[in-house]
């Protein structure tokens, strides 16, 4: 049972649990849907894992590498030719060579604008995409503070884009929750909350890459409360 509320309609108004709590819920969420995502596993099985990735529609997606490599703690090789946006950002945490504040726009609003061309479904779940990427470089000290940005883009989403057209992929859940936390933000809270029921509602659970989304999710609200 997940503590925080993740009914749509639920209470807007209670308060939010510490994130640690959340990130325990989100981990026994998503932790029995991909067992063989073991960051103990020996360093050869967990690369195979990530080599053998897909979802239940037999998909793969070019973010699903370096996800599951960040996940895992496996090293990639450089990025691949020809990313969109939110994969390039995603790429950025492997590849050096990439700077992910020249990958995003960087006045406030939207962080990929580029793929709103693409269709209202593609874009938003590339900006949430992109988001949760941009969560994890702005916790690395070096270079340009990326927090403000992150912050900045979160609170564009919660005014301009809804969840619900994102198919049912709880991207950077864990930013929400965190405004959620720090402001008291009813919105963002809200957010929190569709953006987990739409990944089970489905399946009953979180599909394959939904899992794997919650339990990066997890890992960073414990490393913001470390």
Do not use: K
Not at 125 to 133: K, T
Request: proline share 7%; hydrophobic share 45%.
């Amino acid at each position: 049972m997940i503590r925080y509320d993740l009914a749509v309609n639920g209470d807007r108004t209670a308060p939010v649990p510490p994130l640690a709590a959340l990130a325990a819920d989100l981990r026994r969420l998503a932790a029995a849907v991909v067992p063989d995502l073991d960051s103990a596993a020996p360093e050869s099985d967990r690369a195979r894992a990530i080599a053998d990735f897909r979802d239940e529609l037999g998909h793969r997606r070019a973010t699903d590498a370096p996800l599951l490599a960040r996940l895992l703690g496996v090293r990639l090789g450089a990025a691949p030719d020809g990313l969109h946006p939110d994969a390039a950002i995603w790429w950025a945490l492997h590849d050096r060579s990439l700077d992910p504040a020249l990958l995003i726009e960087p006045a406030d609003g939207p962080l990929v604008p580029s793929l709103r061309r693409l269709g209202m479904e593609v874009w938003s779940e590339g900006e949430l995409a992109a988001l949760h990427a941009l969560s994890w470089h702005a916790t690395r000290s070096e270079g340009c503070d990326l927090s403000a940005r992150v912050e900045s883009a979160a609170r564009w989403h919660l005014a301009e884009l809804q969840p619900d057209n994102a198919t049912n992929r709880p991207w950077a859940v864990h930013v929400f929750a965190d405004l959620a936390n720090r402001t008291g933000d009813a919105n963002a809270r809200a957010h929190v909350g569709t953006l987990v029921h739409n990944s089970i509602v489905s399946l009953g659970r979180p599909d394959r890459l939904s899992a794997a989304i919650l339990l990066d999710a997890a890992d960073w609200l414990e490393h913001r409360g470390a």
